[in-house]
């Protein structure tokens, strides 16, 4: 059974740090490609990074620059670093397999408020 648990959210106020991480289970994780993406209500999921098997990287421009994607597939666990976050950040961060590719079962999300 595929699942995928992400943590580390929180609120945070402008300018600061968090580190988000996505423990997948119930697949061979190191084939995988996988992306972080956001989601504020009444808009679409976006994808904001995403990392190759071999650790390339893409990031949307709203945040390159200021998030860092990386994975250890030691641990099934793919992070999302997020640097001089702004209040536009303020979102529900996921991890998947990033489009156009059949998306893995969604978890549950982690909720990142920016605010002062």
């Known amino acids: 059974q595929v699942q995928i648990v992400e943590s580390g959210g929180g609120l945070v106020q402008p300018g600061g740090s968090l580190r988000l991480s996505c423990t997948a289970s119930?697949?061979?994780?190191?084939?995988?490609?996988m992306g972080w993406y956001r989601q504020v209500p009444g808009k679409q999921r976006e994808l904001v990074a995403r990392?190759?098997?071999?650790?390339?990287?893409n990031y949307a421009d709203s945040v390159k620059g200021r998030f860092t994607i990386s994975r250890d597939n030691a641990v099934n666990t793919v992070y999302l670093q997020m640097n001089s976050l702004k209040t536009e950040d303020t979102a529900v961060y996921y991890c998947?397999?990033?489009?156009?590719?059949?998306?893995?079962?969604w978890g549950q999300g982690t909720q990142v408020t920016v605010s002062s």
């Open positions: 119930g697949i061979i994780f190191r084939n995988y490609v």
């Open positions: 998947n397999r990033p489009v156009p590719t059949t998306p893995l079962p």
């Open positions: 990392i190759t098997t071999i650790g390339s990287t």
